[in-house]
């Protein structure tokens, strides 16, 4: 079994920066991706970034060149750089850890972040 801890989100500024974490324990497959979804409000969830095992990153064309995604293996732990945020930022983000099918195995229970102008 594996739980996801998501930590650092909070209300922010437009412009502003926050940096999200997810800590990962128990019997974790360093080998599979992990990545950020989020729930803005009226929308969908959709994927913000993702890594895989290997460091191969994507992510969604609204974040590209504001936000950055990364993992430590060694720590068990995914992160989410995010600058010059916007108020369509605002939601609820995510840890997800995907199985060998690339399907989600795992979420945490998310930490909402209120961009505001």
């Known amino acids: 079994q594996v739980q996801l801890v998501e930590s650092g989100g909070g209300s922010v500024q437009a412009g502003g920066s926050l940096k999200l974490s997810c800590t990962a324990s128990?019997?974790?497959?360093?080998?599979?991706?992990m990545a950020w979804h989020r729930r803005s409000p009226g929308k969908e969830r959709e994927l913000v970034s993702s890594v895989s095992s290997n460091g191969d990153e994507i992510y969604a064309d609204s974040v590209k060149g504001r936000f950055t995604i990364s993992r430590d293996n060694a720590k068990n732990t995914l992160s989410l750089q995010m600058n010059s945020l916007k108020i369509d930022d605002t939601g609820i983000y995510t840890c997800?850890?995907?199985?060998?099918?690339?399907?989600?195995?795992?979420w945490g229970q998310g930490i909402e972040v209120t961009v505001s102008s």
């Open positions: 997800a850890l995907y199985n060998y099918y690339l399907e989600v195995e795992y």
């Open positions: 128990g019997n974790i497959p360093n080998t599979f991706t």
